[in-house]
């Protein structure tokens, strides 16, 4: 059998970018001259990756490094065509197919450019409970990810939710709720009962965020940075002793950190 030839960009009749990158894979998942690593993997065992660099496209962004930025989106990309090269290799779809259905529904979820550019306005989310709907969804919850972030996924639940009638009138609702989950907290007897209600304590934050229209995921990870952020700053000023500081100096130098991100 004669050895696979890999498209190169050097010639005049090379592939577009994504072609190349396609029979890339195709070669790496050669059972006769691919690589033995890509050939032996599974969906379950790269969806790890797909997740990792999506995250790392986010890192990226959140650093505003666009050099970065450009080599994630890449790994994104391969992730991609990864999973798009096995399910092609099974008879299921090809990248092409991935393609195809995506363009699709953009031009269908766009009814007001693609269709009749006389609308003015569009439920981006009434279409989609439409697609879910002909796809046969018997619940509201139908295609909610469970391997999204908890608290990503906590609002997409509590958005599908609101879209049924079943939601707080208003924040107050919300945030009394937050201040009911805490006591329910403190009066927790078992560690079962602990986890339990810091759960539904967490989930009601998430709910008084997005009454306020903001991302509880966003909010956190803000939160997360300015944490690292400070505790970094208090590092640098007690030196190599801070380990060995009391709790009272600890604060003492928390406070003057917070103090030098204000005069910034």
Known sequence: MNEP???????????????????????????DH???????????????????EAYEVADAIARND?????????????QVVFHSRMAEEAGH????????????????????????????????EA????????????SAMDGVAL???????????QKRAARTGFDWPDVMGAIEKIGEEIEELLDAETEAERAEEAGDLLFAAVNAVRHMGGSAEDALRAANAKFERRFRAMEAIGGDGFAGLSLDDKEALWQRAKRGESQL
């Open 127 to 138: 279409i989609k409970a439409e697609e879910r709907s002909s796809g046969g969804a018997d």
């Open 147 to 157: 391997a999204l972030p908890a608290l990503m996924r906590a609002q997409k639940l």
């Open 34 to 52: 691919g690589c033995p690593w890509d050939i032996e993997q599974t969906f379950e065992t790269i969806a790890p990756y797909t997740i990792e």
């Open 66 to 78: 666009m050099a970065a930025l450009k080599d994630e989106l890449g790994d994104l990309l391969l």
């Open 5 to 31: 030839t890999l498209p190169s960009t050097a010639s005049p009749d090379a592939p577009v970018p994504l072609d190349r990158l396609v029979a890339i894979m195709a070669r790496l998942r050669d059972k």
């Open 93 to 124: 779809f090809s990248v092409a197919d991935v393609i195809a259905s995506i363009s699709d529904k953009m031009v269908r979820r766009h009814p007001h450019i693609f269709a009749d550019q006389s609308v003015e306005a569009w439920d981006w």
